[in-house]
């Protein structure tokens, strides 16, 4: 693994942040010519993507820390303070879909305030979000976060003692769940692009993606590792948050998908 992929000086380019970032310059680049060509100003666009980027990180920090109270009880202040009272440099900890979840509430919110058809916004931006899924994920391998459960497959990987994977789960063997969501990323993007080359009724793209990535992300956490904070049970099963917030995608994307079709054939 390689979390620190050089140093200039006192600075260390970390692999994790580096892949970020190029996932949001790749996202905004594409979801503003995207929108272009649906009649969204391309301004309008790389605005929201900003407040994308800054809820996407609030919202990501937020998850982590509702579901890791006992990490933080006395030391609130840690939540976004870079200077951390254990001496580190740096916010350590963010849970994805909590990202996910208050972007979302903010596109809603700037599509109301600009006036902005919201289901062409969204079917504009998917792709962007599939393909940053894609380049965020190998940075999490780098830094190897995000890690599996115990797994004895061929493609297993163990991880050094000084990443997140190798102090928690020493000298084992895991799923290398960075790159399942990686290769999920990029082969919902490749769909979402194929079936966008047929013209068809508004919030067709973003149901698909939706349901792709919500199904996607439900799957792959069956072999992911997660602290029994993150875990609830219903019916007798154990689910993560993670898992909850992945099944009302696929459901929120079912319903966007038979609504608005329905609503384009009775106008035809």
Not at 9 to 32: K, N, R, T
Not at 168 to 186: A, D, E, F, V
């Amino acid at each position: 693994m390689h979390p620190i992929l050089f140093r200039i000086g006192p600075l260390e380019i970390h692999s994790y942040g580096l892949m970020l970032a190029i996932s949001f310059f790749v996202g905004i680049l594409w979801a503003s010519k995207r929108g272009e060509e649906r009649g969204i100003k391309q301004s309008d666009v790389m605005d929201l993507s900003f407040i994308i980027v800054l809820c996407a990180i609030i919202g990501s920090r937020l998850l982590y820390v509702v579901t890791h109270l006992e990490q933080f009880r006395g030391r609130w202040t840690d939540t976004f303070n870079p200077f951390q009272s254990n001496g580190e440099i740096g916010i350590s900890g963010l849970t994805m879909l909590g990202g996910v979840v208050l972007s979302a509430v903010a596109i809603v919110v700037f599509c109301v305030v600009k006036n902005i058809n919201l289901l062409r916004l969204l079917d504009s931006l998917s792709p962007a979000f599939g393909i940053g899924i894609f380049i965020t994920r190998i940075g999490c391998f780098l830094n190897g976060c995000c890690f599996g459960k115990p797994s004895d497959l061929p493609w297993s990987v163990v991880f050094p003692l000084t990443s997140p994977a190798g102090y928690t789960l020493q000298g084992l063997h895991l799923h290398p769940t960075q790159l399942y969501s990686s290769l999920y990323g990029i082969l919902i993007t490749v769909i979402l692009v194929i079936l966008d080359r047929k013209k068809r009724f508004d919030g067709f793209i973003v149901s698909i993606f939706l349901v792709l990535y919500g199904a996607s992300r439900f799957l792959v956490d069956y072999v992911r590792y997660y602290e029994d904070s993150v875990k609830f049970l219903l019916l007798g099963f154990r689910f993560t948050v993670n898992q909850g917030i992945s099944f009302l995608m696929v459901l929120s994307g079912a319903v966007i998908f038979f609504i608005f079709k329905n609503l384009r054939k009775e106008t035809i």
